[in-house]
């Protein structure tokens, strides 16, 4: 089995899970991922007290800070670790600012609230910052270059523009949220 083939089906089973938890089915499994799934206001709309008490795992449940500034870290020492083995590759040397960014922002921008993010949504969203570099690797189209291009030049371009205009918006986004 290649390597490819083992990111490719990670990510179809993921997508595939986001959609059986988006479907209304009223199966056990997929009602316990769904009320686990959901973050911050969603949290109140899904609950039912009686099954939060019953679920042991959400009892270790992270303060969302603590949460999304370690999905952040991860992703910024893993993905260093990859652009250390492969240079080349354009869109990893971007994905690392834009864990750069995120990371910074997570510490001294956003201005979290009180909510708590499910182990389960912690492993995703580590799970997630795993697989990223992997597969800018294991695809061929990836950006591996050594003489840009006018299609790079322009990726290059949208990617400052959009990194800008949403480091813009989550500085007024903080300033809504009451210290």
């Known amino acids: ?3 490819i083939f083992v990111i490719r089906s990670i990510w179809f089973a993921k997508s595939v899970a986001v959609l059986l938890v988006a479907h209304p089915l009223r199966i056990p499994i997929l009602e ?3 009320r686990v799934t959901f973050y911050g206001k969603l949290t109140h709309q899904s609950t039912n007290s009686n099954q939060d008490s019953e679920d042991i795992i959400a009892s270790y449940s992270l303060p969302s800070r603590l949460a ?3 999905f952040y870290a991860f992703g910024f020492m893993w993905n260093l670790g990859w652009i250390w083995q492969h240079p080349t ?3 990893l040397l971007l994905f690392q600012l834009q864990m750069a960014r995120r990371l910074y922002e997570s510490l001294f921008v956003t201005a979290f609230s009180q909510s708590k993010v499910h182990p389960f949504n912690a492993a995703l969203g580590i799970l997630f910052y795993f697989l ?7 695809d061929r189209g990836a950006g591996t270059t050594n003489a840009p291009n006018a299609a790079h030049m322009l990726g290059v371009a949208l990617f400052i523009v959009g990194s800008v205009a949403q480091h813009v ?3 007024e986004l903080a300033g809504l ?3």
């Open 32 to 34: 316990y991922l769904r």
């Open 177 to 179: 949220r009451a210290p």
């Open 89 to 91: 590759v354009v869109v």
């Open 169 to 171: 918006a989550h500085r």
């Open 68 to 70: 999304w500034t370690s």
């Open 1 to 3: 089995i290649s390597s």
């Open 132 to 138: 990223i570099p992997p597969s800018f690797v294991l």
